[in-house]
C-alpha cells in the first residue's frame, strides 16, 4: 500500500513568491496534518484538516493557509515567502481525529528561499 | 523551557551496544508518547507509541515512560550501523482536541560497524 506521498519533493523560490505543496494521505486516512521542520529542529505543527474543516491551527503567521479536498488530500499554500520559510514541509495523515491515532509521515517537501 | 527538551548528540556507539535516548517534558497533560526514527532528508518514521507510563518493547526497541519524573526513554538493543540516524520523541495530550504532536530536537545516533 501506498504511503503518504507529497510532491514536489524539491523546490527552490525567491523571497516574495508564493508556493503550493500537495500532499495524498494513506489510502483510508481522512486527517491530513502539516508540519514544518527547520533543520536541526523537531517538525512544528502548522495545520490540521479532517473531513475538509480545518480542526486545529499552529502558531503560524495568516501567510500560511491549507485546504483539504474531498478525496481527503490536501495543499498547504505560503504567500509572501521569507529566506526563514526554508525548511522541510512535512504532510502526516492519520485514521480519524481523535487523539489517540498513529500520524504517518510522508518524505516531506524541502523548500528552500533565496 | 521549552516544552520537550532532547539532547541533539550526535551519540556514537560502536555496532552491538545497547542505547539509550532520552526526553524530559515539561506539559502534565502529555499522555501519549511516541519515538519516530529519521533518516537524513527523509521523513520520520514512527517506532514506538506508547500512552501513559510503563513499558512497551518490539524486537529490538524498548520505549519507557515515567510521567512522575516526566522522562521518556528509548533502549535500542544490539544497535546495527543501518540503525545510524535521529530520533525524535514526540508527544500530545489527551484534551488538545486534535493530533497536534510536540517534538524534541531529535538525537543523531551514529552507529559505527
Known amino acids: 500500500d501506498a504511503g503518504v506521498t507529497q510532491s514536489p519533493t524539491h523546490l527552490i523560490k525567491t523571497r516574495g513568491q508564493q508556493v503550493t505543496l500537495r500532499c495524498s494521505p494513506i489510502?483510508?486516512?481522512?486527517?491530513v496534518s502539516w508540519y514544518q521542520q527547520v533543520l536541526g529542529q523537531g517538525p512544528q505543527f502548522i495545520f490540521q484538516y479532517y473531513e475538509k474543516e480545518e480542526r486545529g491551527r499552529g502558531n503560524f503567521p495568516d501567510r500560511f493557509s491549507a485546504r483539504q479536498f474531498p478525496n481527503y488530500s490536501s495543499e498547504l499554500n505560503v504567500n509572501a515567502l521569507l529566506l526563514g520559510d526554508s525548511a522541510l514541509y512535512l504532510c502526516a495523515s492519520s485514521l480519524g481525529r481523535g487523539n489517540t491515532g498513529e500520524l504517518f509521515f510522508g518524505e516531506g517537501s524541502r523548500l528552500t528561499v533565496l | 523551557q521549552k516544552e520537550v527538551e532532547q539532547d541533539p548528540g550526535p551519540l556514537s556507539v560502536p555496532e552491538g551496544a545497547i542505547v539509550s535516548l532520552n526526553c524530559t517534558y515539561s506539559n502534565s497533560a502529555f499522555q501519549y508518547f511516541m519515538w519516530y526514527r529519521q533518516y537524513s532528508r527523509k521523513g520520520p518514521e514512527l517506532l514506538m507509541y506508547t500512552y501513559s507510563s510503563g513499558n512497551k518493547e518490539d524486537g529490538r526497541f524498548t520505549a519507557q515512560v515515567d510521567k512522575s519524573s516526566k522522562y521518556i526513554s528509548l533502549f535500542i538493543r544490539d544497535s546495527q550501523p543501518s540503525d545510524s540516524a535521529t530520533y525524535l520523541c514526540?508527544?500530545?495530550?489527551?484534551?488538545?482536541?486534535?493530533?497536534?504532536?510536540?517534538f524534541g530536537k531529535g538525537t543523531m545516533l551514529l552507529v559505527s560497524p
Open positions: 514526540a508527544m500530545k495530550g489527551m484534551n488538545s482536541g486534535y493530533s497536534t504532536l510536540t
Open positions: 489510502s483510508g486516512h481522512k486527517s
